[in-house]
């Protein structure tokens, strides 16, 4: 059942990010046709993730108001009339609302996936359960960004909004068929020893070390994505303004994509080895090396090799983050906290969007790539601070554990491990 589960969910994803990952590129392009300047690109992409914040803040509020399959089968069939009249908006607000509409879709349904993922994942295979999720990114870069740009290059706009309508209705009967709910326990859902241990001082202690590394967890998160999503917008309207073609900026989605895919897997079962951390870390130096990629970059293989590290970034330092959160949170808190992890992504998209555009305008590119390499270092600095509040929240475990051994001892209780 778990792992017809976690197919069910991957399915979900997919979809999703077939259609974001595969516009991502082009929705410049598209703004554009309308009379969008850089600037206006910008604040269009920031709106874009107001909405996806939006949808992933209110996932909490939407589950306990209508279950958590009722609120992913709603926001999932709220894409479908986006889609459709997007490829027919006559005015620049019309696609404003109707790309936020999405975008709202989008998020909900990304951050509902997250949550049942860790409801069904093994704990023992919780960083591959989440890789296999955001698998869904290189996958749906890699076939949104081959079928999406030749629709638009073959049959217009129009055409390719409507196929993505047609698609997107398998969202919701995916998950009203195949996914199913599950009931919590008060108790928590265990990761590592460790971190299981952590949980317990933390409760003993009145939840704040708790509380710290989560908090913690969401900054290095935020610092991150801002350094990602600077990236990821910067990196088309440079070549735009190089004069690529629509077809040779959304290949730059398939060959990260397909260059992915194998790197997100094995990064999965390593972490559930070797721990979450050192390969967030990876993940944020990738994201700095990309970043500084971009600025000498001329030539489509250029970009190819910038996009591909985004896109790794993108994927491991996500699905990590997502583990390392479900690692430390009790079950029934997952409803709350991974939409807030996922939310830093957004977050990080709207105060990244809506300055990447006037950055470009005022400054160029360099000042734009130099800066999200240093936000990237900045999450590397951050995530050490992480690691340290983790070693005393399980020292302070430890001692505490030791300390009620030898009163239980005394009052000739039994010794509990």
Not at 114 to 120: K, S
Not at 130 to 135: A, P
Not at 268 to 288: M, N, P, V, W
Request: charged share 10%; aromatic share 8%; glycine share 12%.
């Amino acid at each position: 059942m778990k792992n017809k589960q976690l197919l069910y969910l991957f399915l979900s994803n997919l979809i999703i990010l077939f259609v974001g990952m595969g516009l991502f590129p082009l929705l410049p392009l598209y703004a554009t046709d309308f009379g969008a300047t850089p600037t206006v690109v910008g604040f269009y992409f920031a709106f874009t993730y107001v909405s996806n914040a939006a949808g992933t803040m209110l996932t909490g509020p939407a589950t306990r108001l209508l279950t958590r399959k009722g609120a992913f089968v709603a926001s999932a069939a709220l894409g479908i009339p986006a889609l459709f009249l997007l490829g027919r908006a006559g005015a620049l607000w019309q696609v404003f609302l109707l790309t936020g509409l999405l975008w709202f879709s989008g998020g909900m349904g990304v951050a509902l996936a997250n949550v049942f993922t860790g409801l069904h994942a093994n704990g023992r295979q919780r960083g591959a359960s989440f890789s296999l999720m955001y698998l869904g990114f290189p996958l749906g870069s890699l076939l949104g960004g081959a079928m999406i740009g030749r629709l638009v290059d073959t049959s217009g706009y129009p055409a390719m909004f409507t196929a993505l309508a047609v698609l997107w209705t398998a969202l919701p009967l995916v998950v009203l068929l195949g996914v199913k709910d599950k009931e919590v326990s008060g108790g928590a859902v265990h990761g590592k020893a460790r971190q299981a241990q952590a949980a317990t001082a933390a409760a003993k202690s009145g939840g704040s070390a708790l509380d710290r590394q989560f908090h913690l967890l969401l900054l290095v998160t935020l610092l991150s994505s801002m350094a990602i999503s600077a990236s990821r917008l910067g990196a088309p309207m440079s070549m735009q303004a190089l004069r690529f073609s629509a077809g040779a900026i959304a290949s730059t989605a398939t060959v990260s994509g397909l260059a992915t895919i194998p790197i997100v897997l094995v990064f999965g079962r390593l972490s559930d080895r070797l721990g979450r951390e050192r390969f967030l870390k990876l993940a944020y130096g990738l994201t700095a090396t990309g970043a500084l990629t971009l600025i000498v970059s001329t030539q489509l293989w250029h970009f190819w090799v910038a996009a591909t590290l985004m896109m790794v970034a993108l994927c491991a330092s996500g699905a990590m983050a997502s583990a390392l959160a479900t690692d430390v949170l009790p079950a029934e808190a997952l409803s709350q906290g991974l939409p807030w992890v996922k939310g830093m992504g957004s977050v990080a998209g709207i105060v990244s969007f809506a300055g990447t555009g006037l950055v470009l305008d005022t400054v160029g590119g360099g000042a734009l790539f130099v800066g999200a390499a240093a936000l990237a270092l900045a999450a590397i600095v951050s995530l050490s601070s992480l690691q340290a509040a983790c070693r005393e929240t399980a020292r302070k475990s430890t001692l505490w554990h030791s300390w009620t051994s030898v009163l239980r001892r005394r009052r000739g209780a039994d010794v509990v491990c």
